[in-house]
T-cell receptor, first 117, second 115 residues
């Protein structure tokens, strides 16, 4: 069982609200990632971080923002939620890669299913 | 697209049969990994195969890798209803270091194993 947690698991919220999706891991991993995934569809990387105070945009443009003030914590924020933001959001972490088999494995949280009405 | 392609997109089989899923990718890789995702959940790592390996086994899973064709296959033998899930391949590229070295996920295969 991976030590990576996401809260809330489900969130239904009205348009225009500010929301923060929490993600934390206790494995001391440097690298953390946020993916957006619609049901039955592929994963789209929207943000990543390779350490404290580093954040980068992913392959898919997103109106969300992230922060990485502590190694274990990588929250995602939407300033003003819209129905187009309805999706599943998956957080993941990975140790710094040195070509080591274990270090290259990525661990995923259970996901947050967001519905914006 | 930088992402890999998987086929079939969906597969339905009877319990006890074998399930084979294929993954193709575009760049030189350090390793290729397979993940499983139950409906509405996060992904779980199943198996990793390095670029210098051709075949790996783990329980009922068998993975092959053909770097000349840039393709991999995942075989699940003697499938069970509990194997019903989506399966994703992911590749780690060579020649990229630091934070830019991200896993690239395929489009996924939805497997349904019926009783």
């Amino acid at each position: 069982e991976a030590d990576i947690y996401q809260t809330p698991r489900y969130l239904v919220i009205g348009t225009g609200k500010k929301i923060t999706l929490e993600c934390s891991q206790t494995m001391g991993h440097d690298k953390m990632y946020w993916y957006q995934q619609d049901p039955g569809m592929e994963l789209h990387l929207i943000h990543y971080s390779y350490g404290v105070n580093s954040t980068e945009k992913g392959d898919l443009s997103s109106e969300s923002t992230v922060s990485r003030i502590r190694t274990e914590h990588f929250p995602l924020t939407l300033e003003s939620a819209r129905p187009s933001h309805t999706s599943q959001y998956l957080c993941a972490s990975r140790s710094s890669s040195s070509g080591d088999r274990v270090a290259d494995t990525q661990y995923f949280g259970p996901g947050t299913r967001l519905t914006v009405l | 697209s930088q992402q890999g392609e998987e086929d079939p997109q969906a597969l339905s089989i009877q319990e006890g049969e074998n399930a084979t899923m294929n993954c193709s990718y575009k760049t030189s890789i350090n390793n290729l990994q397979w993940y499983r995702q139950n409906s509405g959940r996060g992904l779980v790592h199943l198996i990793l195969i390095r670029s210098n390996e051709r075949e790996k086994h783990s329980g009922r899973l068998r993975v092959t890798l053909d770097t000349s064709k840039k393709s991999s296959s995942l075989l699940i033998t003697a499938s069970r209803a509990a194997d019903t899930a989506s399966y994703f391949c992911a590749t780690l590229r060579t020649g990229v270091t630091g934070g830019g070295n991200k896993l690239t996920f395929g489009t996924g295969t939805q497997l349904k194993v019926e009783l």
